[in-house]
């Protein structure tokens, strides 16, 4: 028992240290901020040598795509387009590269350890790929906050076009890790993941009726909405790491309407 609790605490552990954004409340102070599209792709930190996911995991990039990457630290999301997850995901995490990886670009919205506010660091990558050509890295675009009314516009506009919502961030910052009050996620509904522990089949139809879902924190619940026909006939397995949507908790701590999104692999 003891050997399981372990491995399910160390799947939520990070093997390198990351931003982290924390979710938008509404009430924080965020003119003159910088807001981007959140890109729901795999997220990919290059240490100066090669991609890696947020778990410390190496991504098998082929070589010509980590052409003329530099030798300091990127962060950023590989990513195709707009609702596209499950692609990019069987591309990304496949440890033969294939010529599918022509569809993916590197996203960077971050230099770590960079000396400087956030815009002159962005402004490093920028500056060595314009000397170093790459056609499939691309810097983020930030938009200035100009108040709440403008963030809400935004965000709307990105939720219309499938996108998965916005990052804002505190542009004055110095580079700093781990879950931060000056980098935010907003969107409609709130996102987590959980570890399947069990899963539960209808004995009328054969097919998947509920994952079991355990928490960070150790709640457990099920889900079991979401997930199309083929998701039910072929559902996740037992030790899967999956990300569901919900709107707030329970008193009892329980994710509110959780509604299954995707298996993570990354």
């Known amino acids: ?34 807001m981007s599209e959140k890109l729901d792709g795999i997220r990919a930190y290059w240490d100066g040598k090669e991609l890696l996911t947020r778990k410390g995991k190496k991504i098998y990039a082929p070589s010509w795509f980590t052409k003329n990457f530099p030798d300091f630290e ?22 033969t590269p294939s010529l599918e990886w022509k569809q993916i670009t590197y996203n960077i919205f971050e230099v770590p350890n960079a000396k400087a506010d956030f815009i002159k660091r962005l402004e490093k990558a920028n500056k060595w790929f314009i000397k170093n050509k790459n056609s499939h890295v691309q810097i983020i675009k930030q938009e200035k906050v100009v108040n709440k009314e403008n ?7 990105i939720i219309n076009k499938k996108g998965e919502g916005v990052i804002i961030k ?6 700093h890790t781990g879950r931060s009050p000056f980098i935010l996620k907003v969107k409609k509904a709130k996102d987590m993941e959980g ?30 909405t979401g997930f199309t026909d083929k998701q039910r006939k072929y559902p996740a397995k ?8 919900y709107y707030g908790f329970t008193k009892n701590g329980k994710p509110k309407f959780a509604s299954f999104l995707h298996i993570r692999k990354d």
Do not use: H
């Open 195 to 224: 570890v399947v522990i069990g899963i539960n089949i209808s004995q009328k139809t054969k097919v998947l009726k509920s994952l079991v879902i355990k928490l960070e924190n150790g709640i457990t619940f099920n889900l079991g």
């Open 170 to 175: 505190d542009p004055s910052k110095e580079y």
């Open 238 to 245: 037992i030790g899967d790491i999956v990300t569901f949507k």
């Open 1 to 34: 028992m003891k050997i399981i609790i372990l491995c399910l605490l160390s799947i939520f552990t990070f093997a390198i240290e990351i931003q982290k954004p924390q979710s938008y409340q509404g009430d924080e102070n965020i003119n003159s901020w910088l």
């Open 151 to 157: 963030l809400n516009k935004y965000l709307e506009e």
């Open 74 to 95: 990127l962060d950023g999301e590989l990513w195709t387009k707009r609702d596209d997850f499950e692609n990019i995901q069987s591309i990304v995490m496949d440890k």
